[in-house]
Each structure stands twice: as C-alpha cells, then as structure tokens.
C-alpha cells in the first residue's frame, strides 16, 4: 500500500503556529545567533525559490543566506519572472513550482489569500517574507532579537510607536503569548491595527496572562523595556490622505520620547527614514540594537527554512 505523503510545514501566519512551535523558532534563531547550532548540511540536497515582488535588503539576502549556509540551494525569481503576470493564477503557479522546489520564499505585500493558495498544493513548505497584514518571520526576528538582549520574554514591556503595520501585527500576534509580556502602541488615528488582528491579539493575551492596548496619542507612555518603531510608508503601499505626515508627526522617536522612557532599549524594523518616524541620534544611538536586530534577520530564516525543510 502507497504510503501517505507527510504535510508540508509553512509559515504563512504566526496565528498558524501553536505556542510551542513559535517559541521553539524564536529559542532556535538565538542558538544560531550564538553559533550555537553546527551547519552541518540540514538542508543538503534541498532547492528553495525566492520571489520578491517588492523591493527587500534585509529579508531577501536572509532567507537567500539561510539557506546556502543551511546548504540547500536557490532559485531567484524578481517581480517580472512568473507567468502570473500573464495571467496565471497563484493555484497553478504553486502547483508547477510545487513539483520542482522543496519551499518558495515569497514576499507578495498583497492579500495572504495568495501565499494560501500557492501553499494549498502542500507539495512544497511556503513562507510568507510579508503580505499586507503580516510580516510573520519580522516577528520571529524581533523576539529573537529580544531575547538576545533582555534574557527572556516573559513580562517584556513594548511601546510601540507609529503605524499598525504589518510589522506591528506580528509584533502583536508574537509578543502577546509570553507570560505577563505588555505591548503598548501608539498609533495615529486611522493608522492602527487592523481589528481582526487585534481581536486575536487579545484573545492570547487573555491566555497567556499577557496585555495589549492601543492608544491614538502620546500622552502618559507606560514603563518600557523597548521602543519600538517601524517605517511610517510600508513598503507596497501608499496613503490617500495627502496629510498623512502631519498627522504622523506626534509620533516621531526622537531624544525627547527617549527621554520619557529612560530605560528603554530602541528597536526598528528598517529600512530607516531618518528624520521621519525616528531621528539620527535615535537610531544611531547607544540605546538602538536596531542593526544587530537586522542581524536576526538571518538567524530567524535560519530557524525558519530548517523548521519547515530539514
């Protein structure tokens, strides 16, 4: 009898993985931080596709360095390369590369509905490198990051500060399933987490003894470990009010905010816009682990293609 083929491991939403599987990615990136792990060919005789439709430093050469140093190989695909821009769908497209890559890498900055039916397949793992409403392996970076610097993850306090992006929706899908763990955001009016994102949230943090608010000001900011801010023009996409950066302003991290938070360690998903969502002197302090957060880059695709491939 014709045995059953064993389900592929995708990463398409931190709301898919169970709490183990989650801590286990994050725990995992901080062994190969520290060397921890030897690169002994995991993913020898593995062939990884990488499709960025939109522009990435950071997570492409990640996940394109995890997997060479993992030792599988990789195929590039850049925004013209796949015949859905002739008008094939994202059903057949994972079904032809689903015959010939072990996992695709795919950052679309549209609907997750897409990377779900290129998954749907289940012939090769998928990992989502950023939808509209999620940066699922920008979470697994950050508390990584995190535990790194803190020791632990359990009652951190993070203030967030800036648009309810994507980033910031998997800061809380993460962050909010450690015991006694606080995520406060700041977010302009109109500018916040999507509800669904936040009725999740609270629903692990009512579970796990954990708290998130949010709040459309930046008066009387909580005791903080972190701050934390990301680009205020998410990559992908743009903003109908001509306005809009007037609105953003309030929201700057710049030494006045720093000061209010004197504790605090800063954080940024980059790219940067100096001067805009963060100053100079901010993101190039001694407070900011901002670059050796970029750095995790690489160890959460490390964790992440071992998890789903080897």
């Known amino acids: 009898m014709q045995q059953s083929t064993p389900a592929r491991r995708h990463v ?87 015959l010939m890559l072990d996992g695709l890498v795919a950052r679309t900055s549209a609907s997750a509905g897409e990377l779900r ?12 490198a950023m939808t509209e409403d999620e940066h699922p392996t920008q979470g697994v970076t950050d508390l990584s990051a995190m535990l790194e610097a803190f020791g632990k993850l359990e009652g951190l306090r993070v203030l967030y500060v800036g ?50 608010e949010e709040r459309h000001d930046m008066d009387d900011l909580p005791e903080a470990d972190v701050v934390y801010t990301a680009r205020w023009q998410t990559t992908g996409t743009s903003k109908a009010d001509p306005e809009w950066r007037t609105v953003f302003a309030p929201f700057q991290v710049n030494a006045a905010l720093m000061e209010r ?8 998903d980059l790219p940067a816009h100096r001067g805009e969502e963060v100053t100079a002197e901010v993101l190039d302090g001694d407070r900011s682990i901002a670059f050796r957060q970029a750095a995790h880059k690489l160890y959460g695709a490390m964790a992440v293609l071992e998890w789903c491939l080897a």
């Open 163 to 212: 648009e309810g992006n994507n980033t910031a929706a998997a800061l809380a899908l993460a962050l909010t399933r450690y015991a006694g763990a606080e995520l406060h955001l700041r977010t302009p009016a109109g500018y916040g987490l999507p509800e669904d994102t936040m009725r999740r949230a609270r629903e692990y943090a009512a579970e796990h003894g954990a708290l998130i």
């Open 12 to 98: 398409l939403s931190l709301t898919d993985l169970t709490d183990d599987e989650l801590y286990a990615l994050v725990r995992r990136s901080c062994d190969f931080a520290r060397d921890a792990v030897p690169l002994t060919g995991q993913l020898a005789g593995k062939v990884v596709g990488t499709y960025f439709r939109t522009t990435s430093t950071r997570t492409r050469t990640a996940f394109s360095v995890a997997a060479l140093r993992l030792g599988a190989q990789v195929v590039a695909y850049g925004p013209g390369d796949l015949q859905e821009n002739t008008g094939e769908s994202a059903d057949d497209t994972g079904r032809v590369l689903g």
């Open 261 to 268: 938070c004197p504790s605090a360690t800063f954080m940024h």
């Open 117 to 128: 039916a290129i998954a749907a397949w289940d012939t090769m793992s998928v990992v989502n």
